[in-house]
Structures are given as structure tokens and as C-alpha cells.
């Protein structure tokens, strides 16, 4: 059970990287019902939503670049305010991109982006295929997993009889299996991995890149851990067909939905959740134990809505618990959905944020609570200055998310709308947004991938990279999911496993993964530093960082391997 007093604190922005420092480190130690059925309909038809907002501008990005310029000089150039769209709209440009974001203009490019339903990704999809968690059923995937542990444990009681250890993981999966902790335990695992896999695949590979920096987005603000209970057998249909379809839709739609998933309701015990047992039921000794959970209704309150300073009491938390009650999970074990119990739901009257909630309705409550919080303006600044931090910096101008705030209330959470907003700000295109995001591990491998144009047979290194590097998927276990800011990942260690990853891609030592360094030629170091640099959209490396290559120079993939870990690049 979660920590009922769990608060995350506010984010700071972290120091810039230092390269110095960096080198250091190195060198010193190198439903089933119709409420639900409705849910899936509304999502599976996500593509036809009509726009309520104008297309961004034609020159809408070139006059929010001049307007920046006027306290922040000098303007972005063509080349910068290219570079700049593709680091925060996708995970990482390749010279491919580049030309093709120059034939089309960046606001075209932009609008494709936004409505992913009309970009054609079926070469993804047929290499998705090859991963039987994301093809199988939740049904199919929950009673392997229960099958598979009530297996396991007969086996162990089995080899405790006979006093023989245990098997160690399996082999080439071992690392990852570590990386993951708790949610690399048990037959859940494999699930685990394949999602990996799939995530970085998508990562690399797709071409609805908005979409897919999205879902990593909004994964992590409604984020379910892999490590409890059934979760990894949940969470392929959480992402594909809770988060996915939602991504781009309206944040209303997306709440409600992760609010009927059986992978939130078991994640965060509300499916446990009860109104006190009647007096005859507790003269019942043998009756499972009933009462109220709060953890769902806090972690909505807090982390999904209103945000820590939203306004909210503990009086409220427990009002928005007794109005979920009732909210749970049919056949947790065997075919899991969303039902609501009449049995287990508190029928009384409720007041949450000064609003009165009738007694005598049912699974309503727990609608009208969403609607509340759904039109709240803290959760229109909440969710505003989220994106904001996404696409913009770690510490958004608050006049951006004003913005942004603005349009949410006024589309009711329309997310393509308030990205809108964001692509045709003067704070978007300003200097200072300029590489001012530090790129997670996720974006960090598929970053280097991409621009390198590596080719990936086996994405397994690569989800294994990215664990080591700080962020093992689907492995973290707050509801906070991974924070987006440069503290995060700051970390010596860390740093340490970006440049180790970097020297290993650029060798062609992850196996798996081919990189082919020809076309950078024979020429000196400095000539083959300037030719990756430029496909990597570093062009302006410090005088330190090209001082400190080519002092060590060699061949083609020591040049670039010692670029791949630059402070330059671990930026977007």
C-alpha cells in the first residue's frame, strides 16, 4: 500500500552540466459496463476528433521567434528554430528529418505531428508484432501470470524441501531483470521486458513522434508500477489503449479513462476501497476486511488534477475517496474490468471543493468528482505549466502557462489546443528555451540512435541502456512516475553511463544495434568531429569539449563515442 502521506515536494531547476566535472568522473572510475464500454468507443475513435483550434500559422513560428527577440536577442536562425522543433516535438533529428522539416516548413511539420492517426506507421507496427504482450489479450496475459507464479511456487517450495537454491535469472535478460528491481521479479518480467523493448522501438522508429513523446509524457504523470500485483500483465492495455488513444485528445477524456482502468484501480487500492462494513457483516468473522482507501483519491487530487497547491484539504481527500467507493475490479485474477459495486459505495451526502454531491446516487459520485475536477482552474494551471516544463524548460515563464491555462478553460483540456499554444509562443522560440531541457535516458538513447541512423535488429541493448542509465520503464514505483526536469538525472553515476553508453553505440558494441561511420570518412579528427557533430545538431561545441576530444582523438568511433557524451548532446 502507498504511503498515505506521501507529498512529492515542488521541482528545481538544476545546475548546467559541466563537462570538466564530467571528464573527472570518468577518469577517476570510468466493464465490461456501458460506462466503460463508452470509454473504449470514444477512445478508438480518437483520429476523427475535428480541431477546435486554427492550424498553427504558416508564419507563426518566425514571428514568435522575432517577438522573443526583443528581449531575448539575438532571433533564432532557420537552422536553430529547425533543430529546436525537432528536439522537443521528437526524440532526436537525423539529417533525413532535417531536409524534410525544411521542404515542408515547420508549422506543416508541426500539424502533422499534432493529428498522428494521418501519418502512416505500419512498418512499426509489423516489427511491434514480434512482442506477444502487446498482441494478447489482459485476460490472456493476467492467467499466464497466475498460472506462472502459483507454478513458481511450488517449485520453491519443492526445492526448499529438497534444499536446492534457486535458479539465477535468465541469461541475456539478467541485467535488465537487476535494473528493474522489484519489477523485474517474477514471470511478470518477460511482459516487462517486451514492453521495454516495444517503448524503445517506438521511441526510435515511429514516425508519430509527438505522439509517442506524449505517452511517455502522460504516462508518467498517471504512472502505474510494473512491480505490484497483476500490474505488468495491465499495463500493455493501460498504455495502448488507455494512454495512446488519449495522448492527443482532451485531458477530460484522458482522466476519465485512466479512472476506469483496472491498472490505476489496482495500483493505487481503490479497488479495495469501501464504505464501512454494515454491523451484520462484521459479526462476520470470516468476511473480508472493508474501510476506506484514500490513495486513489490523493494522488488524484494532488498528482493527476489539481496539482500540491491546488487547493484541496484532507477533508476533500476523504469526500473524493467516499465517492470512488464502490469503483473496482471484476475478475482481478482472470479477465480483469472495471465495475462498480453497489455494495461496497458510501451512498451518503459528500462536499468536495465547496461543492455539494447528493446522497443517494451511486457510481455518479465518483463522474461528478472528475467534472469538478475536470473544470477547476488550478488543474488548467496545473496541467499547463506540465506541458510547459515538457516543451519548453524545467522552470516555464508564467506567462506561458497563463497561456496555456487560458486554453484549457476555453477548450475544455483540449491537448492538441494547448500545444497549439505552446508552438506559436514567443517563450517556445526564445533563446533561452534553446537547449535548455537536459534529455532523459529514454530520450538520451533514442537521441543518439536516431541521429546517428543506427540500425536496430534487437532493441533489447537498448532497453537495457537506458535502465542503466537511470530509468528502467515501467519500473517506477511513486505515482509521481519519472519527474521531467534536469535533477533527475544529474547524477555522477549517472552522468558516468551516458558517456559509457555513447563510447559503446559509436564502437558498434551493443549487440543488436549496427552503426556504419564510413560516410564520416578518414579525414583528421577535427574533420570527422565537425561532419558528426553536424549530424547530431551540435554545431556549437565549447571550446572545452572540442579541446578535450581531440586532445584524446583517434579514430572515427573514439571521436564520435567522446562526442556522444558532451554536454551538448545530453541536451534538447
Known sequence: MLDPGFSPGLLKRSQDLNFAYTARVVLNGMIRTAVVAAVLAVACSRGARKDVTAAVADEAPEAAAREAAATDAPALTHAEMVEHVLSRVSFGANQGERARVEQMGISAYLEEQLHPEQIDDSALEQRLAAFPALQKSVGELVQT????????QREQRDDEMLGKAPPPPAGVSRELRKSLGKAGRGPGFETVAQLSQAKVLRAVASKRQLQEELVDFWFNHFNVFAGKETESALLPRYENGVVRPNALAT????????????????????????????????????????????????ELLELHTLGVDGGYTQKDIVEVARCFTGWTVDEPQKDPHFVFRKGLHDFGEKHVLGHLIPAGHGVEDGARVLEILEEHPSTARFIARKLARRFVSDDPP??????????????????????????????????????????????????????LDATVDDPMALARAVARIGEPLYAAQPPTGYPDSAQTWLSSGALLARIDFGLQLANGRLE?????????????????????ALELGATELSETTRDYILKDAGNAPRVVGMLLGAPEIQRR
Open 145 to 152: 501470470l497466475v498460472a506462472q507464479r502459483r507454478m513458481r
Open 512 to 532: 543488436g544495434v549496427k552503426i556504419d561511420l564510413s560516410r564520416l570518412g578518414d579525414g583528421p579528427p577535427e574533420e570527422i568531429l565537425n561532419k558528426a
Open 251 to 298: 485531458f477530460p477524456e484522458l482522466l476519465e479513462a485512466t479512472a476506469h482502468s483496472p491498472a490505476m484501480l489496482i495500483y493505487l487500492d481503490n479497488w479495495r476501497s469501501s464504505a464501512p462494513a454494515p454491523r451484520w457483516l462484521k459479526k462476520n468473522r470470516n468476511a473480508p476486511k472493508r474501510g476506506l482507501n484514500e490513495n486513489y483519491a490523493r
Open 398 to 451: 508564467d506567462t506561458l502557462v497563463a497561456k496555456v491555462a487560458e486554453t484549457y478553460t476555453r477548450t475544455h483540456g483540449d491537448i492538441r489546443s494547448m500545444l497549439r499554444t505552446i508552438f506559436e509562443s514567443p517563450e517556445f522560440w526564445s533563446r533561452k528555451a534553446l537547449k535548455a531541457k537536459v534529455r532523459s535516458p529514454l530520450e538520451l538513447v533514442a537521441a543518439l540512435v536516431r541521429g
